[in-house]
Nanobody, 117 residues
Framework: QVQLVESGGGLVQPGESLRLSCVVS????????MGWHRQVPGKQRELVAS???????DYADSVKGRFTISRDNAKNTVLLQMMSLKPEDTAVYYC???????????WGQGTQVTVSS
């Protein structure tokens, strides 16, 4: 089975930074796409950033220039560096792994990010 474990969330003030980490229990090369999504109560989960096994990266318009996604293949880890955080970034952030080997997606349990003064 595949497990994704997120960490790094917390409470910060506007303008501050956080770094989220997602550790995958399997070799990260087994997944075509790794991504970070977020969700607030009453709204659909939305894509924040994604990175393919080939290194192609995509960001939501709302986070471009502020967030950076990266992968540490040796540690089977995907990182999301978040800078200049805004109150509207408040959400539960989920790590997602897309696999054609297993023919399904895998999700982590989520980590809360709260941006408030």
């Amino acid at each position: 089975q595949v497990q994704l474990v997120e960490s790094g969330g917390g409470l910060v003030q506007p303008g501050e930074s956080l770094r989220l980490s997602c550790v995958v229990s399997r070799n990260i090369f087994m997944f075509n796409v790794m991504g970070w999504h977020r969700q607030v109560p009453g709204k659909q989960r939305e894509l924040v950033a994604s990175i393919t096994s080939g290194g192609e990266i995509d960001y939501a318009d709302s986070v471009k220039g502020r967030f950076t996604i990266s992968r540490d293949n040796a540690k089977n880890t995907v990182l999301l560096q978040m800078m200049s955080l805004k109150p509207e970034d408040t959400a539960v952030y989920y790590c997602k792994a897309v696999s054609t080997i297993w023919g399904r997606d895998f999700w982590g349990q989520g980590t809360q990010v709260t941006v408030s003064s």
